[in-house]
């Protein structure tokens, strides 16, 4: 079979030099990466990926939203197979997020060459722009803006720590690659990013590939909750409004919300906290602090959003920071890619993704779906983040499975 | 009796015009006062205060450590009676704390003088200098420098935020105030300080005065759980070392420590936190709080320090930050301002100081009390300090006869 032979051809060593060769573009501190979205780091690495896909006779578009297309033509006049992710990075970032999706991408264009074998749908590389938002906000700008082209709009005005803005910038890189023909979002018969974990689940539990069954909802709050400030020494404790006394009751009611909705799937985190007037001998006259809820099932948090505010005092203040849906991947694609795990004969499971991917927007474009390998110690934004070479290879190898798998379907 | 009639002596007028005068120098914000110690609004204060002793024919001394000593001398030349307590304020404080019990002191002399009586002890009113501890490190310094003069060598070197040392600012006092006599340390008969409750114990009860039976002891902790930083929405729980949450649960038996050890008498506040990194989507890897704990039983004080750190993780650091022991004050002395208290006719009761004050030093060199009155709101440190003028009136009618009777001693 023709996605066995070409998931054979998938290179490890060719993987690893394009990951490698990516890397030059940009070098961070302590081994890492910084290569922000839009700068001159980021456009000589897009040069390069341009050189590399006419190298492999590959077709090459951009849009409004700088993503870059790398087209391998298919036996039939299709919508293509996509794949792809980005190659910004975090300030501090490391050479796997993002970048492994577009490298592995790539190397299943190098399979299928090396082997001169076509596909009867086109297979096409992605680079979405500005996935991270660490320079322009917000992040995932490149594919939310290619699925709903009026967002672009919006973002162009957003500024960089320079004033810079993503209007500017975008400019910017239309010179730089005036050569390049421009495309407007196409029907699309499937995507499929393929990603590090970036956390720890299948590193603890030996197992190298994911299939990700979707994207958890997330909820952010701030609570403020109200006492009154008062001498630490002079105040009988029945007189007393704590403030931070007051938050932490919440938190004990919050945590016990979050663990009868979701049970062992609870991801909660009061990561964030203020309290004034932060002396050692003064009551807290305000403890602030924030909330992040995920799961997977819409109505856990609805029913989350609905309780929350009972587990507060009454006059505390309970703001929304944030809130998105959870995102369901496209069974039928789910599927090829549990058949692509099972063709490596390597070990796999399925998880749902903790972290935002562009796949989370892509989805709302067409079927759509996501592989998985482990991340060392669940490390990632860090220049540490890493993971075996044999474990990216597999991850390669389930991916390129899925490609010729998804273009041979009718 | 003399004492009664020195007691109905006391002008209400007359204290609340001296209040008024001390007020003019060194106005703050919000109706407040801003009088750093031995600033410049100090020494004017300072040299209004000797000009009101030399009309009273009071004899004025100071001392190394710029306290101020005024002396109406007595019939006989024997140890005599103090009184006093400071004048220089928080930045932002009010116009009562310190200062009433300077200006009390203040108008027993002049109810003294009124009736030109003498008693058998000379009686002296005191300004400490810097108990607030704001503008020069540490507070109390004037009166624990008194009782202990080695201490103020160590004093001296200790700089404002302007760079200007103890050292230079108590010798600019030196040369300010070169025509006073120099004093140092003398056997006392008996030291008695009234002061503002600085809490809404008193208020709350409904009681005008308080005899205070000791000023309580205190712990400062800081205490530092280390946990593991991680993503917020890729970690699930049970891989999660949340540091905030293991100083969550550290609190809540810290609480229940104190509360075993303290019951109803506990005094026990988290006032100060920091947590890292502080983002809202990630886990926190460090939660750092402190712990202010107090009373007035040295024995519960060392049960709290043994307890504590079974409280914590095994890998928490505690740190001891500072540590008080609780004074208790002279029966004699308390046995005098309770039978005053009694002779205003008024309702009183024993309360426990949660605040310290100059007395806490004077008790280590002769007998001494303290009276309060109450606090509206229990509100002090801040411009909207307020006790009502009959309730000043009541405090210095009870100091009064309490310094009468106690100069009258053989």
């Given at each position: 079979?023709?996605?066995?032979?070409?998931?054979?051809?998938?290179?490890?060593?060719?993987?690893?030099?394009?990951l490698?060769?990516l890397a030059t573009f940009g070098p961070g501190i302590d081994g890492g990466m910084n290569r922000q979205a839009l700068s001159e780091e980021d456009l000589q690495a897009r040069?390069?990926?341009?050189?590399?896909?006419?190298?492999?006779?590959?077709?090459?578009?951009?849009?409004?939203?700088a993503?870059?297309?790398?087209?391998?033509?298919?036996?039939?006049?299709?919508?293509?197979?996509?794949?792809g992710s980005h190659v910004d990075t975090q300030p501090t970032g490391g050479k796997l997020d993002g970048c492994y999706g577009v490298m592995?991408?790539?190397?299943?264009?190098?399979?299928?060459?090396?082997?001169?074998?076509?596909?009867?749908?086109?297979?096409?590389?992605?680079v979405w722009t500005n996935e991270e938002g660490s320079r322009f906000s917000p992040g995932a700008m490149g594919s939310s803006?290619?699925?709903?082209?009026?967002?672009?709009?919006?973002?162009?005005?957003n500024l960089d720590v320079a004033?810079i803005?993503v209007?500017?910038a975008?400019?910017?890189?239309?010179?730089?690659?005036?050569?390049?023909?421009?495309?407007?979002?196409?029907?699309?018969?499937?995507?499929?990013e393929?990603h590090i974990e970036q956390g720890p689940?299948?590193?603890?539990?030996?197992?190298?590939?994911?299939?990700?069954?979707?994207i958890?909802?997330v909820?952010?709050?701030?609570?403020?909750?109200?006492?009154?400030?008062?001498?630490?020494?002079?105040?009988?404790?029945?007189?007393?409004?704590?403030?931070?006394?007051?938050?932490?009751?919440?938190?004990?009611?919050?945590?016990?919300?979050?663990?009868?909705?979701?049970?062992?799937?609870?991801?909660?985190?009061?990561g964030r906290?203020?309290?004034?007037?932060?002396?050692?001998?003064?009551?807290?006259?305000?403890?602030?602090?924030?909330?992040d809820?995920?799961?997977?099932?819409?109505?856990?948090?609805?029913?989350?959003?609905?309780?929350?505010?009972?587990?507060?005092?009454?006059?505390?203040?309970?703001?929304?920071?944030f809130?998105?849906?959870?995102?369901?991947?496209?069974?039928?694609?789910?599927?090829?890619?549990?058949?692509?795990?099972?063709?490596?004969?390597?070990?796999?499971?399925?998880?749902?993704s903790g972290a935002f991917h562009d796949a989370m927007?892509?989805?709302?474009?067409?079927?759509?779906?996501?592989?998985f390998v482990?991340s060392r110690d669940g490390i990632s934004h860090n220049p540490k983040e890493f993971t075996?070479?044999?474990?990216?290879?597999?991850?390669?190898?389930?991916?390129?499975?899925?490609?010729?798998?998804?273009?041979?379907?009718?």
């Amino acid at each position: 079979m023709i996605a066995d032979q070409v998931m054979q051809a998938v290179s490890s060593e060719r993987l690893q030099r394009l990951l490698e060769t990516l890397a030059t573009f940009g070098p961070g501190i302590d081994g890492g990466m910084n290569r922000q979205a839009l700068s001159e780091e980021d456009l000589q690495a897009r040069a390069w990926l341009i050189d590399e896909a006419r190298k492999l006779d590959c077709k090459v578009w951009t849009d409004a939203g700088a993503n870059l297309f790398i087209r391998r033509e298919g036996r039939e006049d299709l919508p293509p197979v996509m794949t792809g992710s980005h190659v910004d990075t975090q300030p501090t970032g490391g050479k796997l997020d993002g970048c492994y999706g577009v490298m592995a991408g790539l190397e299943c264009l190098y399979a299928l060459a090396e082997l001169n074998v076509s596909t009867r749908r086109p297979i096409e590389v992605v680079v979405w722009t500005n996935e991270e938002g660490s320079r322009f906000s917000p992040g995932a700008m490149g594919s939310s803006a290619y699925v709903d082209p009026a967002r672009l709009q919006t973002y162009r005005n957003n500024l960089d720590v320079a004033g810079i803005s993503v209007g500017e910038a975008l400019d910017a890189h239309a010179l730089r690659f005036a050569d390049l023909p421009l495309r407007e979002k196409i029907a699309t018969h499937a995507f499929v990013e393929l990603h590090i974990e970036q956390g720890p689940v299948l590193e603890q539990a030996n197992v190298p590939l994911g299939v990700v069954s979707g994207i958890q909802g997330v909820r952010w709050y701030q609570v403020r909750c109200k006492g009154a400030s008062a001498h630490a020494g002079t105040t009988p404790t029945h007189m007393r409004r704590d403030a931070l006394l007051l938050a932490m009751e919440s938190l004990g009611r919050i945590d016990a919300l979050a663990e009868q909705l979701a049970g062992d799937d609870k991801r909660l985190t009061f990561g964030r906290w203020s309290v004034s007037p932060n002396a050692i001998n003064t009551i807290a006259g305000e403890a602030t602090f924030s909330i992040d809820f995920r799961h997977a099932d819409p109505a856990v948090l609805d029913s989350f959003d609905n309780a929350l505010s009972a587990c507060l005092p009454a006059d505390a203040e309970l703001t929304s920071l944030f809130s998105h849906s959870p995102t369901a991947f496209d069974h039928q694609v789910i599927n090829v890619l549990e058949n692509a795990c099972d063709a490596t004969g390597l070990a796999w499971q399925s998880i749902r993704s903790g972290a935002f991917h562009d796949a989370m927007y892509l989805a709302g474009h067409c079927p759509t779906a996501m592989l998985f390998v482990p991340s060392r110690d669940g490390i990632s934004h860090n220049p540490k983040e890493f993971t075996d070479p044999a474990q990216l290879k597999a991850g390669a190898q389930a991916l390129a499975w899925s490609l010729v798998a998804l273009a041979e379907q009718p």
